[in-house]
């Protein structure tokens, strides 16, 4: 029986293969295939080997290449430096407010605004603009906004007679700042997400829920968001990685302080690998972010997206 069942679909693979090359997609994939696997090789797939190489070194990054073996000292110190794991502390809260905060709020939008008219393509556009705008240009705006000298911050703290405040400078507003600058930044993202799956969903089912009595509440709850799922799943994986990944707006922001208060996993890695010329050091952050980021991604595509698309 075994044989039965394997033989038809042996037979199959070479008649597959010439069709392939008779469509010339065989030919396309030979072309496109070896300068992709180069540049992988050349960006992606070496520089992960030798970060993980100078991990297990103690190098300023000068001279020939490192020759100070110290081996998983780097990693041991990780685990007993406090702003190492203040930082991984801050990275996680970045993702749960991306979670919590960032998708909600784009959905929400997305409901109230997917609709094809003027007005929603206006404020469509209003809300994508941050996401478009440069990481660094968002930061030294929102950073003039917060200047307590010179920004908008002080213009009202001068106008209401009160002392001048410097949110970006004190431990406790610093981070709450970063919050909502993260989440006015990458809200539209998601948003334009969500509206394009709810653009998808077909009208006569929507008409027909209302036809038989649907309030636009049970519409929403029972119809558009069950819809989503695709759109949430796709939307969620980009805001955990995006949020591993924040740098561009700490250095401009904060830079980390004040006291290494608002470092996240990467803004470390810059500041006390790269800046303090520690690239052994550095090299062990980059790899715990390697891990953390694989691990999530197999998982989530895995045990997420795989029943998804079942």
């Known amino acids: 029986m075994a044989h039965t069942h394997t033989a038809p679909a042996a037979a199959s693979r070479p008649s597959r293969l010439r069709k392939a090359m008779r469509d010339g997609r065989l030919t396309t994939i030979l072309f496109f295939l070896p300068p992709a696997l180069m540049l992988f090789t050349l960006f992606v797939f070496m520089p992960l080997l030798e970060g993980a190489w100078y991990s297990g070194f103690k190098w300023s990054g000068y001279g020939e290449g490192p020759t100070d073996w110290v081996g998983s000292r780097n990693f041991e110190r990780l685990t007993k430096h406090s702003t190492f794991m203040r930082s991984f502390n801050n990275t996680l809260v970045f993702v749960g407010v991306a979670l919590l905060l960032q ?14 008219s003027k007005s929603n393509t206006f404020f469509r556009l209003v809300f994508f603009v941050p996401f478009i705008l440069a990481e660094v240009a968002t930061g030294l705006i929102w950073s003039f906004i917060f200047d307590g000298d010179y920004g908008v911050t002080s213009i009202f703290t001068t106008w209401f007679g009160w002392e001048q405040v410097y949110p970006l400078a004190d431990r406790t507003w610093a981070m709450p700042v970063l919050l909502l600058v993260f989440v006015w930044k990458y809200f539209g ?14 009208d006569d089912l929507i008409e027909a829920a209302r036809i038989d009595g649907g309030t636009p509440w049970q519409i929403t709850r029972y119809i558009q968001i069950p819809m989503l799922k695709p759109a949430i799943v796709v939307s969620v994986f980009f805001a955990v990685v995006g949020s591993l990944q924040l740098f561009d707006l700490i250095i401009p922001l904060t830079r980390g302080g004040p006291s290494n208060t608002t470092h996240t996993l990467v803004s470390y890695l810059y500041n006390f690998g790269l800046v303090r010329q520690k690239v052994g050091f550095g090299s062990s952050v980059g790899v715990v972010l390697f891990i953390v980021s694989f691990v999530f991604a197999f998982s989530y595509r895995r045990f997420v997206m795989r029943q998804g698309e079942k």
Do not use: D, E, N, V
């Open 103 to 116: 998708i909600p709020l784009g959905m929400a939008m997305a409901l109230l605004i997917y609709r094809k």
């Open 189 to 202: 993202f998601h948003m334009m997400i969500f509206i394009a799956a709810l653009q998808s969903i077909p």
